[in-house]
C-alpha cells in the first residue's frame, strides 16, 4: 500500500474561464462551495457548464455568482433550474470580510476561475480576486508568451 502523501490529488474540471489570466490581474484565490440543486450538480457531472462572462457580487453580506450558465438537465422534465440563476457562494466570514473590502477600497473585481469537483465529490469554484489589466499590459503579457513559445521551440529543435 503506498503512503498517504504518494496519492496524487486528481481534480475533474468541469468549466475554464480561460480569458480570465488575460483579461485580469490575478492577485489572490479562493476556494468557494458552492450551494447546489440536485439538477444542477447532474448538469455539472456532463461537464457542459459555462462561466466565461460570469462575475461573483457582493450582497447583504453574501458573495453570489452571477450569470454563470448551467444547462438544465434533460432527464429532470418539470423540476428542472433555471440555467442562468444567481447562485450563492460558500465562503467563511473572514474570506468574505476581505473579499468586500478589496472591492469596495480598492477596486479589484471577483472572477470565477474553474469550478472543479474535489476529491470528496463536492462542487467547488475557485474564485479570483482580480484588477482589471489596460491595453498594453494585455499586449505585454501576449509578448512575453509568444517568446516563452518561440523560445521552447528553439530550445527543443537544437536540444
Given at each position: 500500500?503506498?503512503?498517504?502523501?504518494?496519492?496524487?490529488?486528481?481534480?475533474?474540471?468541469?468549466?475554464?474561464?480561460?480569458k480570465a489570466r488575460f483579461n485580469y490581474e490575478i492577485i489572490d484565490t479562493y476556494e468557494a462551495g458552492l450551494v447546489l440543486k440536485g439538477?444542477?450538480?447532474?448538469?455539472?457531472r456532463e461537464g457542459k457548464a459555462n462561466i466565461a462572462e460570469s462575475y461573483a457580487s457582493d450582497e447583504d453580506g453574501e458573495i453570489w455568482l452571477i450569470n454563470s450558465y448551467l444547462p438544465e438537465y434533460l432527464q429532470a422534465n418539470r423540476f428542472n433550474h433555471e440555467p442562468r440563476r444567481r447562485r450563492k457562494l460558500l465562503l467563511s466570514g473572514r474570506e468574505i470580510g476581505r473579499l468586500r473590502s478589496a472591492v469596495n477600497r480598492e477596486g479589484m473585481t471577483l472572477i470565477p476561475l474553474k469550478i472543479y469537483f474535489n476529491?470528496?465529490?463536492?462542487?467547488?469554484?475557485?474564485?479570483?480576486?482580480?484588477?482589471?489589466?489596460?491595453?498594453?499590459?494585455?499586449?505585454?503579457?501576449?509578448?512575453?508568451?509568444?517568446w516563452n513559445r518561440?523560445?521552447?521551440?528553439?530550445?527543443?529543435?537544437n536540444g
Open positions: 500500500m503506498a503512503p498517504k502523501g504518494s496519492q496524487r490529488v486528481v481534480k475533474k474540471i468541469v468549466a475554464e474561464n480561460r439538477t444542477e450538480v447532474k448538469s455539472l476529491d470528496s465529490g463536492r462542487a467547488k469554484l475557485e474564485l479570483a480576486l482580480a484588477k482589471g489589466k489596460k491595453i498594453h499590459d494585455k499586449r505585454e503579457s501576449e509578448k512575453e508568451r509568444d518561440q523560445r521552447n521551440r528553439l530550445l527543443k529543435d
